[in-house]
């Protein structure tokens, strides 16, 4: 991890910093896709089409072109759902960063730097539903920068800043689709608590599903 440096957000980071949330969520679109076809839903809606079709029209060329319109169709809707994602989370605190984070007590979010270039980020603060954790948030790297060892640092730093601040475990949330995530907080010593659906209709659908993880912050002297 040669010349790379983490340190706390500055202001003049704010572009390099949803530039990366943009392009890493963006990433997760074509896996979410395939996701999305496999689900039996799906597969039995394109089949009565293309079946239906078929028997009422007695052509090959009807049915595959409908079937066709509803893939690209679906893939259209999957990445304005995405997009819809990225544009909530950039109002809620990527576009105010200094506020959400930099001034809140027990919240911090820190930059991964190399060669005077942000490449990687993270952030935590106090989960609202388990007291005694801070949440791991908004994790991301440059494609470029990975295979570097910079999510495992800056897994290490929320986790330093979290037994500074006296919290017994880190918290967070990554979906079925982010695969090399998860096993980065596995790696990493984190445990998979549970996992739940989206409570919205069209995550159900999708049976687009969020996995829980937990890092249990060990004292010092506890292994003694």
């Known amino acids: 991890m040669a010349n790379i440096q983490i ?3 500055r202001d003049d980071d704010a572009e390099a910093v949803k ?16 996701h999305c076809l496999k689900q039996p839903l799906i597969q039995m809606v394109l089949m009565c089409v293309f079946c239906a079709l078929m028997t009422s029209s007695k052509s ?3 049915p595959i072109l ?3 319109l509803l893939l690209a169709g679906t893939q259209q809707f999957v990445v304005y759902m995405f997009n819809k ?9 990527l576009n105010n960063i200094s506020e959400t984070y930099l001034k809140q007590k027990d919240s911090s979010f ?3 730097e190399s060669e005077g270039r942000v490449v990687g980020m993270v952030a935590c603060l106090p989960n609202e539903n388990a007291p005694e954790c801070l949440e791991l948030k908004r994790m991301s790297v440059r494609r470029s920068h990975r295979g570097m060892g910079i999510a495992k640092a800056l897994c290490r730093t ?8 006296g919290y017994a475990a880190v918290i967070l949330y990554t979906s079925v689709v982010q ?6 907080y596995e790696h990493m010593g984190y445990e998979k608590m549970r996992e739940f659906v989206i409570p919205e209709f069209v995550a159900k659908i999708m049976n687009f599903t969020l996995f829980e993880y937990k890092f249990y912050i060990q004292r010092d002297g506890e292994n003694d």
């Open 7 to 9: 340190r706390k957000y």
């Open 19 to 34: 530039e990366i949330f943009t392009l890493g969520m963006s990433e997760h679109v074509p896996s979410s896709f395939m």
């Open 60 to 62: 090959f060329l009807l």
């Open 66 to 68: 409908a079937v066709t």
């Open 85 to 93: 994602y990225i544009e909530t989370s950039l109002r809620k605190d």
């Open 110 to 112: 820190w930059v991964a």
């Open 158 to 165: 929320v986790a330093e800043f979290t037994r500074d601040r």
């Open 179 to 184: 695969v090399d995530a998860q096993k980065l």
